[in-house]
């Protein structure tokens, strides 16, 4: 019950959040400087491709409001969004309100506090890219509002419910709506980026983006 309740604020949040201009998230927010934000962006782009396997999960939490709500409604890290992760391509496959789009890593990295990524647990490479191929079958496919209070469309999906279906995990052992921290039951971390916000990382972004410069001259 209090899932299912849980579940309907965010519902609730989320219709009324995205398609509003200003959907601002009201307690996570990005470094002013334009500079260190790409810098971050660049780092954890860099980290995550070198670290990360194809069917891989990428874990985030957004500068949003609805962000805010579904982190704030749900048991677990503060996490709001889920994507399936292509090595191959560099780009990720994510279910985003209006429908199931693939876009290039770093632009899903740009626009997030921080990421998580998450090794699915019992999948073999074979297994992996067949989750790769079935997420991108989906693109395309309309965003599953009404999933999100458990009346599934399987024509539809909602970003965590598309990580879930596309890795084949089984639907007997899935909850009757799996919010993107639950996703972290089935997997093994295999790299957190920590806080855009955190000075530790910024100092390590601004080094790499200098030792980079260095490099090139």
Known sequence: MKQLLASVVVLAATAFALPACGNHSLVAHKPESAVVNHDITVMWTRDIKRT????????????????????????GESLSHAS???????????????????????????????????????MTEEQRIAAVERARSKVGSDFDLGGLVGFDDPDKFYCS???????????????????????????AVVYWSGKRE???????????????LIARR
């Open 84 to 122: 399936v992760y292509d090595a191959r391509t560099g780009t990720i496959i994510e279910a985003l309100r209006p429908h199931v789009r693939e876009v290039p890593l770093a632009s899903l990295l740009d626009r997030n506090q921080l990421a998580i990524v998450i090794h699915p647990s019992g």
């Open 161 to 187: 419910e598309l990580v879930y279906w596309s890795s084949g995990l089984s639907r007997d052992d899935r909850p009757i709506v799996i919010s993107p921290a639950k996703l972290m039951d089935y997997g």
């Open 198 to 212: 955190d000075a530790q990382v910024q100092a390590a972004a601004r080094a790499q983006a200098e030792a980079q």
């Open 52 to 75: 990360a396997r194809t069917g891989d999960w990428i874990l985030t939490r957004s500068y949003s409001f609805t962000g805010d709500v579904i982190a704030g409604a749900t048991q």
